[in-house]
């Protein structure tokens, strides 16, 4: 069973940086159509904040753009989003999703909190 576990998240104050893993199990990463980030702020619907494909092709929010990178490291089978220069703007809770033909798995997600 393949199963998507975030962790990374916190507190940080306004303009700090944060780094967000998703774990795989049960599959590489490499092996999914597509991974990403998404966030759902309290009271809003979940957003795209990032997908990347199987072959590394990303997609970025333009409210992220320049401020946000997405790696994948293959020995720990995990996805990672680096955030930089957060605003409040970021603070919501961070979901992983994997992408497989007509399956998709989500993580639990991870609360991020940036403080103004």
């Known amino acids: 069973q393949v199963q998507l576990v975030e962790s990374g998240g916190g507190l940080v104050q306004a303009g700090g940086s944060l780094r967000l893993s998703c774990a795989a199990s049960?599959?590489?990463?490499?092996?999914?159509?597509?991974m990403g980030w998404y966030r759902q702020a309290p009271g809003k619907q979940r957003e795209l904040v990032v997908t990347i494909t199987g072959g590394g092709i990303t997609n970025f929010a333009d409210s992220v753009k320049g401020r946000f990178t997405i790696s994948r490291d293959s020995a720990k089978n995990t996805v990672f989003l680096q955030m930089n220069s957060l605003n409040a703007e970021d603070t919501a809770v961070y979901y992983c999703?994997?992408?497989?033909?007509?399956?998709?798995?989500w993580g639990q997600g991870t609360q991020v909190t940036v403080s103004s």
């Open positions: 049960g599959r590489s990463i490499f092996n999914f159509n597509s």
């Open positions: 999703k994997a992408v497989s033909g007509f399956t998709t798995i």
